[in-house]
């Protein structure tokens, strides 16, 4: 029996949107994002780490940046909601509040005093210098 045909995850998935909202569209376009779907783009020069991160809709007060040695976390609280009128039928409401994050590690330690950040049009610019005299270095055998 080794000739039966299984289903693809392809099919389950096919079946899973057309069972969840085929025939009712969501009321507004983006979902909550997750952490896998926080962009970064991360660049790196002699001197420091630049890295973009895509939030948008996020309001500026609802990020949170933490760096700790080489390791930088970008959190964010995502409110997004419909309003509608008061003599209206709610078919669907979808309303998205939660927290999303996301951490990474660079190659070097961070100089947090040096660090800034800066959020503009949906995308947070991050600023990360160097910290001096954490290389390593290559010990000599006696």
Known sequence: MSSLITRSHLFDDLL???NTGFYVRPLHGDPLPSPDKIKID???SAELFT????????NKNDIKVAVDGNMVTVSAEVKQFDARGRDEKSLREERYFGTVSRSFQLGTEVDEGHASAKYENG???LTLPK???TGSRQLKID
């Open 51 to 58: 890295v973009h991160a895509e939030l948008p809709g996020v």
């Open 16 to 18: 899973r949107d057309f």
């Open 131 to 133: 910290k001096q005299g």
């Open 123 to 125: 995308i947070l610019t």
């Open 42 to 44: 991360v660049k790196e």
